[in-house]
Nanobody, 126 residues
Framework: QVRPVESGGGSVQAGGSLRLSCATS????????MAWFRQAPGKEREGVAA?????????YYADSVKGRFTISQDSAKNTVFLQMNNLKPEDTGMYYC??????????????????WGRGTQVTVSS
């Protein structure tokens, strides 16, 4: 079992930027997808972005973040990043990193991932 560890959350004003990191260092672990999810109070957890760690040319994004967020990886450090630009108040929520060894037909379903971090809070004020 691998527990990803998130960092980089914080509070910013609308239009600002944050960079989240998700590390799985210390483990001999090969994942298929690593993904970022977010959950706002009273709402379901939703997929934000995912990356194929075996071929990082393949990245996937929710429509709501396309053009503003970028997912990338440092494979040598087993770390995935989420660069978030032009943040909006509706981006506020707890951001979770998820990983799984197997590919899924739908990267955006929480059920597709067995390994989850504890989350990092992102708050965007207007």
């Amino acid at each position: 079992q691998v527990r990803p560890v998130e960092s980089g959350g914080g509070s910013v004003q609308a239009g600002g930027s944050l960079r989240l990191s998700c590390a799985t260092s210390g483990y001999s672990y090969e994942s298929a997808y690593m993904a970022w999810f977010r959950q706002a109070p009273g709402k379901e957890r939703e997929g934000v972005a995912a990356i194929d760690t075996n071929n990082d040319e393949y990245t996937y994004y929710a429509d709501s973040v396309k053009g503003r967020f970028t997912i990338s990886q440092d494979s040598a450090k087993n770390t995935v990043f989420l660069q978030m630009n032009n943040l909006k108040p509706e981006d506020t929520g707890m951001y979770y990193c998820a990983a799984d060894k197997e590919y899924s037909a739908d990267w955006s379903r929480p059920q597709s991932y067995k390994n989850w971090g504890r989350g990092t809070q992102v708050t965007v004020s207007s």
